[in-house]
Nanobody, 115 residues
Framework: QVQFVESGGGLVQPGGSLRLSCVAS????????MAWYRQTPGKERDFVAV????????RYADSVKGRFTISRDNDKNTVYLQMYSLKPEDTAIYYC????????WGQGTQVTVSS
């Protein structure tokens, strides 16, 4: 059973930092690219970042480029999202999944950027 468990969210002031984690299970983690998405109420889930299975390639949404860094640890089945210089518009629930997965999402982790 494929599962994604996100954590690390919270309330942070503008300009602050957070590091999100996502532990995945139920598939061969090291064989798949992993991605982060985010969603705000009433809107579609948007792509944030993706990292290749061997960590050599990463891509980012224009809105987070230069501020967010995606990484992974294939021994721990975990993907991370380091977020710097957070803005109020980064407020959302953040989710991870492997690229190509069309099943259920995890519960996500709430990030709130507010003074």
């Amino acid at each position: 059973q494929v599962q994604f468990v996100e954590s690390g969210g919270g309330l942070v002031q503008p300009g602050g930092s957070l590091r999100l984690s996502c532990v995945a299970s139920g598939f061969t983690f090291r064989n798949y690219a992993m991605a982060w998405y985010r969603q705000t109420p009433g809107k579609e889930r948007d792509f944030v970042a993706v990292i290749s299975s061997d960590t050599t390639i990463s891509r980012y949404a224009d809105s987070v480029k230069g501020r967010f860094t995606i990484s992974r640890d294939n021994d721990k089945n975990t993907v991370y999202l380091q977020m710097y210089s957070l803005k109020p518009e980064d407020t959302a629930i953040y989710y991870c999944k492997y690229q190509g997965w069309a099943g259920s999402w995890g519960q996500g982790t709430q990030v709130t950027v507010s003074s």
